[in-house]
């Protein structure tokens, strides 16, 4: 089974550029997230979602950042402008997120995270 | 305080030896909780899941929970250079996290030792 897939691998732009990534999710995934993490922090959730909605956005700087999921499937997370302090690893996961509780889980969706993409703001 | 609290480490350890990392967490609504590996430059890998009090075991690795005191540890027996990588623990759920998003610690620095 294929893995979550993110392209570039890399980006180096200048600031004030725009910059654009991509993630394909494992089939069948409903739910996609994307996640930024800085050297030597654990990853911070930025946006997820369920099928094609976005249900948790609240860590997303929408005055630069936008993100979609048409169709359920694919995302793209756009930063426009770029600052300097944008870089870091962006991260994307996916999971089925199924109702099932078992022993107090909330719900058999464990996250599989995709390679990232390594954003260096000039 | 934050959410979820780990230490930076870099822990080091000789080779064969039990690597014991720690984590603890402030939202004591937290329901579930996870270990994730992260070898450099890689993505997180989760190696372990725990959900209830007391202690789950998977091959080398053993995860603890212990809910009234909010820490979660992970354990990693007869330990080797391959498991030299960063640990993330993260918590789901709780009071002030009731939409169900990972909450990760900063991550803890395992060094193991040949």
């Known amino acids: 089974e294929a893995g979550v897939v993110q392209s570039p691998r890399y980006k180096i732009i200048e600031k004030k550029q725009p910059v654009a990534f991509w993630c394909n999710p494992i089939?069948?995934?409903?739910?996609l997230y994307w996640y930024l993490q800085n050297l030597g922090q654990g990853p911070e959730l930025l946006i997820r979602?369920?099928?094609?909605?976005?249900?948790?956005d609240s860590q997303l700087p929408k005055d630069r950042f936008s993100a979609e999921r048409l169709k359920g499937v694919d995302s793209t997370l756009k930063i426009q402008p770029a600052e300097l302090g944008d870089s870091a690893v962006y991260l994307c996961a996916s999971s089925l997120r199924s109702p099932l509780r078992t022993s107090g889980d909330l719900g058999t969706d464990t996250q599989y995270f995709g390679p990232g993409t390594r954003l260096t703001v000039l | 305080q934050k959410e979820v609290e780990q230490n930076s480490g870099p822990l080091s350890v000789p080779e064969g030896a039990i690597a014991s990392l720690n984590c603890t967490y402030s939202d004591r609504g937290s329901q579930s909780f996870f270990w994730y590996r992260q070898y450099s430059g890689k993505s997180p890998e989760l190696i372990m899941s725990i959900y209830s009090n007391g202690d789950k075991e998977d091959g080398r690795f053993t995860a603890q929970l212990n809910k009234a005191s909010q820490y979660v540890s992970l354990l990693i027996r007869d330990s080797q250079p391959s498991d030299s990588a960063t640990y993330l623990c993260a918590v789901k759920g709780g009071i002030y996290n009731q939409g169900g998003k990972l909450i990760f610690g900063q991550g803890t620095e395992l060094s193991v030792k040949p």
């Open positions: 089939s069948g995934h409903n739910t």
């Open positions: 979602y369920e099928n094609e909605e976005a249900v948790d």
